[in-house]
T-cell receptor, first 117, second 108 residues
Framework: GAVVSQHPSRVICKSGTSVKIECRSLDFQATTMFWYRQFPKQSLMLMATSNEGSKATYEQGVEKDKFLINHASLTLSTLTVTSAHPEDSSFYIC?????????????FGPGTRLTVL | SQQGEEDPQALSIQEGENATMNCSYKTSINNLQWYRQNSGRGLVHLILIRSNEREKHSGRLRVTLDTSKKSSSLLITASRAADTASYFCATLSQNFVFGPGTRLSVLP
């Protein structure tokens, strides 16, 4: 499997500030990573697909100018929540697929809990 | 984390037929979700059903939940080739673990 880390694990910020969340693949070179968001007691919602060296692909309804994704290397993807507002408070999770299992097993990071005051 | 276990592991049907996938889980839940994943893509949420609900519909999708049997089913009616994907159930807590899912192939 693959080991995925996220930093920070928890962040509290004031409304209007920008927050950067890092997702690192510690032992696998990932050309593709995924970013999800989960509100309390809700499902994981796919936000975007992060592609190394190219623009991210955003799901319908996700503002690309609001959630900036940069996949600058094969082991690092970052999600920046720009001008965060209280409604952006959520649990943000990244994942990757290694392509080494027959069923596209996803390896998830531990998540980042964002609270916007 | 709570992992769902789906069956069958693979299902192949003709376009227009219905597809039924089942999921079992082990502990008590607040809700259960079904997701779809096309090859090499992220998980796409389909339906969330709460523990006090028995059935839920969304378009051609129908999900049932039997908490006494700790099982759920996903029915796709009038299947299309575009429904070809892997389908997963999950009851998510802090860690996210998905089972191998059901690989559905809809033949034209």
């Amino acid at each position: 499997g693959a080991v995925v880390s996220q930093h920070p694990s928890r962040v509290i910020c004031k409304s209007g500030t920008s927050v950067k969340i890092e997702c690192r693949s510690l032992d696998f070179q990932a050309t593709t990573m995924f970013w999800y968001r989960q509100f309390p007691k809700q499902s994981l919602m796919l936000m975007a697909t992060s592609n190394e060296g190219s623009k991210a692909t955003y799901e319908q309804g996700v503002e690309k100018d609001k959630f900036l994704i940069n996949h600058a290397s094969l082991t690092l993807s970052t999600l920046t929540v720009t001008s965060a507002h209280p409604e952006d408070s959520s649990f943000y999770i990244c994942s990757l697929i290694t392509g080494q299992t027959s069923y596209n097993e996803q390896f998830f990071g531990p998540g980042t809990r964002l609270t916007v005051l | 984390s709570q992992q769902g276990e789906e069956d069958p592991q693979a299902l192949s049907i003709q376009e227009g037929e219905n597809a039924t996938m089942n999921c079992s889980y082990k502990t008590s839940i607040n809700n259960l979700q079904w997701y779809r994943q096309n090859s090499g893509r992220g998980l796409v949420h389909l339906i969330l059903i709460r523990s006090n609900e028995r059935e839920k519909h969304s378009g051609r999708l129908r999900v049932t939940l039997d908490t006494s049997k700790k099982s759920s089913s996903l029915l796709i009616t009038a299947s299309r080739a575009a429904d070809t994907a892997s389908y997963f159930c999950a009851t998510l807590s802090q860690n996210f673990v998905f089972g191998p899912g059901t690989r559905l192939s809809v033949l034209p």
